[in-house]
């Protein structure tokens, strides 16, 4: 019999993930307010996560739960109903209605890491965020961590992928500056390609950091970019205090498990981002 598989919030990371599910032969539920915007042949559970009365009827017994919701206001209030409340009344719905859950995931976020003097995080790092985002998170793993189920904690960095145009267009006008504070990110393929990976492999850990294998600083990804581009290279510039960037994630523990990044840097992922960016602006 086929896998069930949910997906609490599908929107970019979900309808990748669930293309991969798809393809492995998996019945695929979604869930999301608009979901005419789910990926083909994903079944639709039209609920909003922070309404549990809508919780009561889930359409399948689900075997898999993968919680990629993400706020739609950056305020603690709807940080915690969508992170933290959604998340604790939805397992709690499944458990009710006797779904036979195996594993549940939740994408956190390397918000939850106060580190800002270039260190290297991974895992076993100190988790002290500076601001209710990263605390808001971490109560969110909380549940995961302590779900009577295999609970899987995977802490994305930042992510890209086609239509997150936002740094190539900065590039492109000239309103990029070139900072020496580090950056971690992933593309969606593979934070859709790991959560896969990790669906199926056998004795998984509790927690893993998502983030490619290189760490850049900000001036080495706008001048990469302005080069392929074709504009002049963005000027040197101070880091905004606010911004709070500057670590490097580590994603050996991600890799030991054999997986394999589909880009494993932000050249591969923004090459073919930029060619588009640069059919479409022509
Ligand atoms: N963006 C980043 O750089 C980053 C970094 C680290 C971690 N993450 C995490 O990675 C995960 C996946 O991110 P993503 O880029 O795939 O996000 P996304 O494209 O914004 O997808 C999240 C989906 O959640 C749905 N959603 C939001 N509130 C909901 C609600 N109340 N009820 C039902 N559905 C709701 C939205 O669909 P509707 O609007 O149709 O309901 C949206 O499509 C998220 O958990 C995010 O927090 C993101």
Redesign the pocket.
Known sequence: MSDKVLI?????????LATRLLADGCEVWG?????E?LAEAVRPWR?????PRGFDAPPAAFDYVF??????RRDEDQYR???VD?LRDLLGALRTAGCPLQRVF??????VYGQDDGAWVDEDSATVPPRFNGRV?LEAEAIIRDAPETGINV??????GPGRTRLVRKVWKGEATATDSWTN?IH?DD?AGALHHLMRLEHPEALYLGSDDEPVTTADVVSWLSTELGVPAPPAGQTQQTERLNKRCLNARLRETGYRFEHPTFREGYRLIVREFLSQSG
């Open positions: 609490a919030g599908c929107g970019d990371v979900g309808n990748a869930v999301r307010r608009r979901v915007a609920i909003d996560l922070t309404e919680y990629t919701a993400s706020a739609d109903s969508v992170y959604g939740f994408t956190s976020s390397t918000a998170l802490r994305l960095s930042g992510i890209y990110r969606v934070c």
